[in-house]
């Protein structure tokens, strides 16, 4: 238990569904970050939020939209995607401050499947 | 561009040393982290180096050279629970914003057999 928790664990959905991802933590931290692993590629940075505000979207297409409402919640939502999408959803935190601020923690995950 | 290497896969029998190595090319770089992942959970972290030298933690020590852009993760007294996939990652600045961000290898899958 990282103390990032990610929800649903695992989702199948059509390419015309909407869906949302949601990622929760209590830790105190700051700094919120959606990343994407797919079989056999690096994990992909996607969005980065640091007090609510978004200071990174690494070229991600509009079908993924991020909404951070606070710091210690961020979703992503889904709409209109494609079957390579499907991979692990990963969010993380960090303080930005403090002796752990070097240390990004991982939630479990969220299996994406498109269908 | 963002370039980071480590091997694919290795094997090693339950007990002995394995060192993973990983080369990075990277448009800056603000320290060299190595998470851990089973399968099917998050990735925790293992170790950060920023200065060069040697880390240890335990069973794990991680190496750094900023110059040859060259890390390696050693795991000694290996257990069958360190069976995993070791990722190897580099904080770079941010383009677009202050700050900096992690840049991840495909990772290394060891497999530890009896």
């Known amino acids: 238990e990282t103390g990032v928790t990610q929800t649903p664990r695992h989702l199948v959905m059509g390419m015309t569904n909407k869906k949302s991802l949601k990622c929760e933590q209590h830790?105190?931290?700051?700094?919120m970050y959606w990343y994407k692993q797919s079989a056999k590629k690096p994990l992909e940075l996607m969005f980065v939020?640091?007090?609510?505000?978004?200071?990174e979207n690494n070229s991600v297409p509009s079908r993924f939209s991020p909404e951070c409402p606070n710091s210690s919640h961020l979703f992503l939502h889904l709409h209109t995607l494609q079957p390579e999408d499907s991979a692990l959803y990963l969010c993380?935190?960090?303080?930005?401050?403090?002796?752990?601020?070097?240390?990004?923690?991982f939630g479990e995950g969220s299996w994406l499947t498109v269908v | 561009g963002q370039n980071i290497d480590q091997p694919t896969e290795m094997t090693a029998t339950e007990g002995a040393i394995v060192q993973i190595n990983c080369t990075y090319q990277?448009?800056?770089?603000?320290?060299l982290f190595w998470y851990q992942q089973h399968a099917g959970e998050a990735p925790t972290f293992l170790s950060y180096?920023?200065?060069?030298g040697l880390e240890e933690k335990g069973r794990f020590s991680s190496f750094l050279s900023r110059s040859k852009g060259y890390s390696y993760l050693l795991l000694k007294e290996l257990q069958m629970k360190d069976s995993a996939s070791y990722l190897c990652?580099?904080?770079?600045?941010?383009?677009?914003?202050?700050?900096?961000?992690?840049?991840f290898g495909g990772g290394t899958r060891v497999l530890v057999k009896p």
């Open positions: 993380a935190s960090r303080p930005i401050a403090g002796s752990e601020r070097n240390t990004i923690y």
């Open positions: 830790l105190g931290h700051n700094a």
């Open positions: 939020y640091n007090f609510k505000e978004q200071t």
């Open positions: 990277t448009s800056g770089f603000n320290g």
């Open positions: 180096n920023v200065l060069d």
């Open positions: 990652a580099v904080r770079v600045p941010m383009i677009k914003a202050a700050g900096n961000k992690l840049t």
